[in-house]
């Protein structure tokens, strides 16, 4: 049984033809299930708890990245298989699933294939991309009894998957290994050449410091602290993914 | 899941150090520093400008930095020519390029003789 997630940007007048488009495919393929339209004091979580418990086993994101971390947290919470028919921008998680724009994801969506990805988690937020702090000289504490030092200001990713757009599957993370990959970028001179350098540490558990509070963009969005405590959830998500996925 | 070539490596660049007792599951680049022991179930290379005050374990190694410290390798270490090895290593195959340098105490255990320690 399947439950139809749109955001709210999605009932613009310019959507209309492509949603028109999908909801045919769904009914053609005998996909269909309940609509639930988001809207502005909504609370998506609700809706998707509420369906859950009706007999819901799988909720079809229609919109972007934003959307689907919208709906994360309920998303693990619950245990539901998660889909994504890309609309709108950016869909960075759609192109890393293998899910196709326009009617072509419909057939990802009737095909099945589950993958079950590990999800972080950084001061009790979840996340399923990653997090970056430009600024900053990051101290990495592993709970295993080391530390990681940068020597100067460096800044430092905790991927799951990536935290840009990946160009080719290796650019990123495994999410499906148990861990997260801590990326440290430093820089070298030799003579007036830059030389960049990428340490990459894969943790489950571990903390990142600062002397005084920084802006990290988790999965887009914006947290500030000077201690981030991250970990990982080992298989906590499955989303619904196609033939030619990246991971 | 696709397989994934890089995963699970470890990477200590340049302008990154570790402080503590490092271990990891699979193979481990130093280009860095490090200060505590380290300890790789696969393999380690130590990059020419990687300095390593610790003792050192290891599956197989190649060895381009410095290490100041014991060094266990269970099958094969390969020691540059800019390489310096301050300490014993117990190794069972053995190759030092011309211009390497080794302080310490060298042994060597058969293939079929297990390493002590």
Known sequence: MYCYLYDTFTQDGKNERELTAIEHSITDLGLQGKIVRLALFRDPAEAIRREVAAGVKTVVVVGHDRTVAQVLDVAVETGVVLALLPVGSPNVLARIFGVPEGVASCDVLSQRIIETLD????????????????????????????????????????????????????????????????????????????????????????????????????????????????????????????????? | MKPKASGGETIIAEGVKVEGDFTSDGNVTIEGMVHGNVAAGGDMFVGERAVIDADVAAKNLVLAGVIKGTVRVEEKAELGPASTLQGDLSVRVLSVAPGAQINGTITMARANEKQEG
């Not at chain 1, 950084?122 to 990653?130: A, E, I, Q, Y």
């Not at chain 1, 990459?200 to 990290?216: F, G, K, M």
């Open chain 1, 119 to 247: 999800v972080g988690v950084v001061n009790g937020k979840r996340f399923l991309s990653g997090l970056r702090v430009e600024r900053g000289q990051p101290r990495v504490r592993s709970q295993r009894g080391y530390s990681v030092l940068a020597a100067r200001e460096a800044p430092i990713e905790v991927r799951n998957l990536s935290t840009v757009p990946p160009s080719t599957p290796d650019d990123l993370s495994n999410p499906t290994d148990g861990c997260l990959d801590v990326i440290i970028h430093t820089h070298t001179r030799k003579g007036l050449r830059r030389v960049e350098h990428q340490t990459c540490v894969p943790l489950d558990r571990a903390t990142i410091e600062y002397d005084a509070p920084v802006e990290a963009m988790v999965d887009g969005e914006p947290m500030e602290a000077a201690t981030f405590e991250i970990n990982v959830l080992p298989k906590a998500l499955k989303v619904i993914v196609g033939r030619e996925r990246m991971i």
